[in-house]
């Protein structure tokens, strides 16, 4: 096998650092473009669930020093970025004095889960029906099924879910409306946990799944209709093998290569998408996590999951990059 070149490997590792150290300085300027006060927004928490709060002005300036916005810009930024790398983000305001730390390894192991689900699923069926629309001996209803199917392509998540939710759930019955498991099952690696995180989980993977499968479909629509025309595939049926070999051996295998790259990159626009599917159904992910947080003005927060969005998604642009090479034998690996 092959091996990684050393200079091809650290230009990739620099350029992961950067991309992660500009988004996380991005990430850390938004919040406080902001006029509102998180010290303001705890206290008023606490105002509103005691009535009132004596010595309010020596609790806000506690509360502030607590969560370190009393310090010079520099100085937080240097904490924030070396916290970052420790995935020390500080306390909730929304759930003070919960460290976010914490409630984003609780939403993301259901994230996860979710995410890895429906990608590879749409990736798989993507892909395929994109391929069955050129290929030639594909079924004539096939060519005109897969067109008129890509029409939920064209509809946000959110709508879908509330779609299939009306439909599955409120109207049919088949599947639970909201939640991530039963509140009868105990959580822990048994078989009833599993069957019933699969069971809640159909329904929020669905609602992804038939509005993302078009993008597949239609980007390996474009690269199948390129394969096609190829001599090596001209040259296998000359020497007459089997229709389905060649679509799969030659044409699909070729054609799927530029779509493991995008793979990589689709993963955090599917976690964006997902924001919004979780909140409808009550799923305890990280975008549910997100949603709240912007609802309460939980910087802190919002700042800890963003963080770890755009980490996941570098962090797998960057070995797609480097395994790409293994994959597809044409590529080399050459550093810039």
Known sequence: ??????????????????????????????????????????????????????????????????????????????????????????????????????????????????????????????NLLGALMVWERSPKLVKVAIPAAMVFTSIPPILSGLLLMWIFAAKLQWFPLTGAYSIFVEPGWTWSFVQSVLYHGFLPALSIVVVTFGFWALGMRGLMITVQGEDYVKLAEAKGLRPRYILYRYMIRNAILPQITAFALKIGLLIAGQVLVERIFAYNGMGKLLYDAILNQDFPVIQGVSYVIILITALSVFLVDLLYPFIDPRIRHEAN
Do not use: C, H
């Open 1 to 126: 096998m092959r091996r990684i070149p050393r200079d091809y490997l650290l230009n990739r590792l620099v350029t992961l650092v950067l991309t992660i150290l500009i988004a996380a300085t991005i990430i850390w300027i938004i919040p406080r473009l902001s006029p509102v006060d998180p010290a303001e927004i705890a206290l008023g928490r606490m105002a509103a669930g005691a009535g009132s709060v004596a010595n309010s002005e020596e609790i806000l300036a506690q509360l502030r020093a607590n969560m370190g916005i009393d310090q010079p810009f520099i100085v937080q930024y240097l904490k924030y970025i070396s916290g970052a790398l420790v995935f020390d983000f500080g306390l909730s305001t929304a759930a003070f004095p919960t460290p976010v730390s914490t409630l984003i390894m609780n939403a993301l192991p259901w994230t996860l889960g979710l995410m890895i689900l429906s990608l590879i699923i749409t990736f798989v069926i993507g």
